[in-house]
């Protein structure tokens, strides 16, 4: 790496999809962000937007055959900016990868064997560690000179202790199949807990912190002095909160109820709790939005779908308030936790005993920065933390391959 290679492209293969950024890492700043979706299709677009030049967002359509053409067309954009992939001033890819396994705690300069281990892990996260190794190939295959970084969503999660990562189930099936708790939005919640301290004017060391990542996914961690001690996702991101289309937690014996007397298949069950369940299940719409103006308008199966939603994020409040003992804050972040002021007043009424509240003025203001929610004699801060997943990758990418 050169002293002026100071950008970092990171790059978010899903299976039908690429998400991009080039980011400057001398002051955190994009360049470019863009997107290509419905790769495979005859409807494939990409829309790039190139900051760097303040240019205007551009978008084609067109049949993009698979991940290999989608990202010679993503290099091909940058490289209409002088961005492009052969700069001299690109200094790694970082790559987000879903699951690292216990194996990766860190993010991972890759080269084949750890290429071979996310390989091995394709059995416990089916529908996206193929997407994120075809992501890995294709752009090692068109820079195969740069370093590029892993960077696992699982990793925050693997300081978990034993007994919090361990499901109850007999040891040596668990241990046959890797069957655990790993967590998910790894990046997310280490990078909201650590800007939460930061909002506190404390050491990340110093802070218990319950974060709440709501987006379509959503997912709660505990995270003490730094360091995560449990998550809501568990061996796959199916588990926990009621989600945009996931049910979060059931009880298992749901799904032998669903073959034995309902008659579905595997497949039939598993789009059933993924795909047609949490909010979306329970009244057709996942956008919080919708949800809120249905419920204004009165609508009962919205009222019942968000009540539900809000009586599971308590519970977990609740359960990590236990878990940690002392808790500073509490964060919302992400698509919901961000922008629904409604769902934060809601899911913190009623906490006053455990010293949780929000002050309503406060919890409307509108604003991309940290900010604190709670009134300021609230013996735990609420706070609403934008999260920056793409940032974290290239920063922890950055941080390895300039050490
Ligand atoms: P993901 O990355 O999981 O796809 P996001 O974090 O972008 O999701 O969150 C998307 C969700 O955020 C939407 O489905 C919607 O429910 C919610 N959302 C976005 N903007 C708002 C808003 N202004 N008010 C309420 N909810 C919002």
Redesign the pocket.
């Known amino acids: 790496m050169t002293a002026t290679a100071t950008r970092v492209l990171v790059l978010n293969s899903g299976s039908s999809s690429v998400k991009y950024q080039l980011l400057d890492m001398r002051d955190g700043a994009r360049l470019a962000v863009g997107l290509v979706e419905r790769i495979g299709e005859e409807t494939s677009r990409l829309a790039h937007t190139p900051l760097a030049t303040g240019g205007d967002k551009r978008e084609t359509e067109g049949p993009i055959a698979d991940h290999e053409a989608a990202l010679k067309a993503v290099a091909a954009e940058l490289s209409a900016d002088g961005l492009g992939l052969d700069s001299p001033e690109l200094a790694a890819i970082g790559h987000r990868v879903v699951h690292g396994g216990l194996k990766f705690t860190e993010p991972t300069v890759i080269d084949d064997a750890v290429l071979q281990e996310i390989e091995r892990l394709v059995p416990v996260a089916p529908l996206h560690n193929p997407a994120n190794l075809t992501g890995i190939r294709t752009a090692r295959a068109l820079r195969p000179d740069l370093p590029q970084v892993a960077v696992f969503d699982t990793a925050f999660h693997t300081t978990m202790p034993e007994y919090a990562a361990r499901y109850a189930i007999d040891v040596e099936t668990a241990d046959a199949h890797r069957i655990r708790r790993y967590g998910f939005h790894g990046t997310s919640h280490a990078y909201v807990s650590r800007k939460t301290a930061e909002l506190l004017g404390k050491d990340p060391s110093e802070v218990n912190v319950i974060v709440l990542h709501?987006?379509?996914?959503?997912s709660a961690s505990a995270v003490a002095g730094g360091r995560c001690v449990d998550t809501s996702m568990g061996l796959t991101p199916l588990e926990g909160l009621v989600m945009?289309t996931r049910s979060g937690d059931i009880d298992p014996a749901v799904t032998f109820h669903l073959k034995r007397v309902a008659g579905m298949s595997e497949d039939d069950v598993d789009v059933l709790l993924n795909k047609k369940s949490g909010l979306v299940g329970l009244c057709g719409d996942?956008?919080?939005?919708e949800?809120?103006r249905r419920i204004d308008e009165g609508d009962e199966r919205a009222r019942l779908a968000f009540d539900i939603y809000i009586h599971r994020l308590k519970k977990y409040i609740g359960a990590y308030t236990a878990v940690l003992g002392r808790v500073d804050a509490v964060a919302f972040t992400?698509?919901?936790g961000?922008?629904?002021a409604p769902?934060r007043a809601a899911a913190l009424a009623g906490l006053e005993e455990m010293g949780l509240a929000v002050d309503a003025d406060l919890n409307t203001v509108r604003s991309g920065e940290p900010r604190l929610i709670s009134p300021e004699d609230a013996r735990v801060a609420a706070a609403v933390v934008p999260?920056d997943e793409e940032l974290e990758i290239a920063q922890q990418t950055y941080a390895l391959v300039s050490a």
């Open positions: 709501l987006g379509n996914g959503a945009g996942n956008d919080m939005r949800i809120r992400a698509g919901v961000e922008n629904a769902v999260t």
